[in-house]
């Protein structure tokens, strides 16, 4: 080793932090090649007594370094934490797994019980994760409280083994007394992408210990999402999700959005920049208004939120007690909503908790509403039924009619009981519905309230502009409708927040107030539809805060309500009057 090497190597262990057991070569910028350039660092940790933690970020490590070390961990059977990341720069990829190997099979055969393990910032690929494998699924990972991966490239096939690994470590130590209790996971800017994403999602539901969870930048889509959701809500201990910068869009927003539901102990969520779009942030607003009651950090930034929307989410973080930032920045807000915003939020003494709104995208353009949909979303059986105009054509209605029929058989998806077959006139009228037809029902009427659930807010909100485009003033058919109306609103805003919210997301998707996501077409707006609604917003099942999420849309709309002026002043006015109680 040269004098110079030596030199440098001793004034780096000078600075060495001793002391609790812990010992640290972190940033010294070490180049240990080889057993002759750590012979005083391996003395150093044979001569730790007690040791529980090294440290060796920031300093490069070759494979004979890394076999020299490992000998003299051999015998540190207290070792709990090791702090390895960015710890291979300059190395060859295939030295780093024959590497690890030694490192991992020195904790092993000391009989080391980790409770953390950092590798973040070595740009190992699937091959380095084969290189933790067998640790990993050893005793000495069986008290593993966090694993921390982040920037590792791991990709599809890392995230498929590093799970395996954490099923079978689960495995294993469960059938000794004690599972594996993983509390942080990290793993961002992995490549993980969905079958990545999926696979962990299998081991995080098993485990069920979960309290943080950071993977952002994986390229994630939708289904991969999902996965992360479903296993997300068997993680009660749940205090920090970040997700930030994957592609939830709908799909994906709402699944969160329901796994959330499950969660009390949530304080930070992180979607910036996942594309959770006006929908997802009504949803995770839903979420807001009967759950997360210890959040504290909420951020939707970048996710072509759009004005209305990001005001349904500050009116729902009003009354968190613990909430200390919302970062609503980069959407679509726009000058105007910016200022809305910031007005709403200062109005009730809550300002300093909105995040800038510098990288506001502005309101979007009307010619691009259809443009931004994202392929996966065009195959969703669930958006299939929007296709057709809620108008009086009958023969496009007829498709969504045959669905609604097949809810009432075995066929059912959602939780509800299996429902008798509805008459053929119910049939008649949903497939070609008409006011003379509306009154021949009589008291068969109550029928259509079948025809709406919770669990399909597209559907749902198409036969409600069926029933209320018939709207006359005639007093007969007024009854008629506005007590059909009753029926299905009263059956669909009596649920949870995020069951009401989503179909009145779908409603003014529908109405053509709220851009979606998907195939659904627009309703053709009629005053009948409006003057339904007004009648609602009045009776006892039309909450204060379903009336003050309308109200967000209506008010920011007037474009669109031009073409029924008198129905949508009429409207407006009982929205108004309801917020204020």
């Known amino acids: 080793m040269a004098s110079d090497d030596i030199a440098q190597l001793a004034d780096a262990l000078s600075k060495t932090h001793v002391g609790d057991g812990e010992l640290s070569y972190k940033g010294q910028g070490l180049k240990l090649d080889d057993a002759e350039s750590v012979e005083e660092l391996v003395r150093e940790i044979e001569q730790s007594q007690g040791l529980r933690s090294l440290c060796l970020e920031g300093n490069t490590v070759g494979v004979e370094a890394a076999r020299a070390i490992a000998k003299a961990l051999g015998s540190k059977d207290l070792l709990q934490r090791c702090y390895w990341s960015d710890m291979f720069t300059g190395r060859l990829r295939s030295e780093i797994p024959t590497a690890l190997r030694f490192l991992g099979g020195a904790l092993m055969s000391a009989g080391a019980r980790l409770t953390e393990l950092d590798l973040s910032d070595n740009a190992f690929g699937p091959d380095g994760v084969k290189g933790i494998e067998q640790l990993l699924k050893s005793p000495s990972c069986h008290t593993l409280r966090e694993l921390k991966l982040n920037n590792c490239g791991m990709g599809i096939g890392g995230g498929k083994i590093l799970s395996e690994a954490l099923i079978e470590c689960h495995r294993k130590s469960s059938a000794l007394g004690a599972p594996l209790r993983l509390r942080v996971f990290v793993a961002g800017r992995n490549r993980l992408e969905n079958e ?27 289904a991969g999402v999902m996965a992360l959701a479903s296993a997300m809500r068997h993680n009660p201990e749940l205090r920090t999700l970040n997700f930030n910068d994957n592609t939830f869009t709908k799909k994906g927003t709402m699944a969160m959005a329901q796994a959330l539901r499950h969660l009390r102990n949530v304080q930070v969520i992180n979607f910036g920049d996942c594309l959770v779009r006006s929908e997802g942030a009504i949803a995770i607003a839903a979420v807001l208004r009967e759950g997360l009651p210890i959040l504290k950090e909420l951020n939707l930034s970048f996710g072509e939120v759009t004005e209305a929307a990001a005001l349904v989410v500050a009116q729902a973080v009003m009354d968190k007690p613990h909430m200390e930032k919302v970062d609503l920045n980069g959407n679509s807000l726009g000058e105007e909503g910016c200022e809305a915003l910031r007005e709403v939020m200062e109005n009730s003494n809550k300002g300093d908790m909105l995040a800038s709104l510098s990288d506001d995208e502005g309101e979007p353009d009307d010619e691009d509403e259809d443009e931004d949909e994202d392929d996966e979303e065009d195959d ?126 779908a409603l003014l998707v529908m109405m053509g107030l709220l851009r979606g996501e998907g195939k659904m077409k627009k309703a053709s707006l009629t005053p009948g539809q409006l003057l339904c609604l007004e009648h609602a917003v009045q009776q006892e099942y039309f909450a204060e805060h379903h009336a003050s999420l309308l109200h967000s849309f209506t008010s920011r709309n007037s474009e669109a309500l031009k073409c029924c002026s008198s129905a949508g002043e009429r409207l407006s006015s009982a929205l108004e009057k309801k917020c204020q109680h």
Do not use: W
């Open 196 to 222: 990545g994403a999926s696979a962990l999602a299998r081991a995080f539901q098993l485990m069920g210990s979960l309290e943080e969870v950071h993977m952002p930048q994986n390229g994630i889509n939708y």
């Open 380 to 505: 969703d059986d669930d958006e299939d039924d929007g296709d057709d105009d809620a108008s009086d054509d009958c023969n496009e209605d007829n498709e969504a009619d045959g669905e609604i029929m097949k809810e009432n058989g075995t066929s059912r998806k959602d939780d509800s009981p299996e429902k008798p077959q509805s008459p053929a006139e119910v049939v008649s009228f949903l497939s070609c519905p008409s006011a003379e037809k509306l009154l021949q029902l009589g008291e068969m009427r109550t029928n259509l309230q079948e025809h709406v659930t919770a669990s399909d807010p597209h559907r749902a909100a198409l036969v409600f502009v069926k029933i209320a485009s018939l709207y006359r003033e005639d007093p007969e058919t007024k009854t008629a409708v506005l007590e059909t109306i009753d029926a299905v609103l009263k059956k669909l805003l009596s649920g949870s927040a995020l069951q009401s919210y989503s179909f009145l997301s």
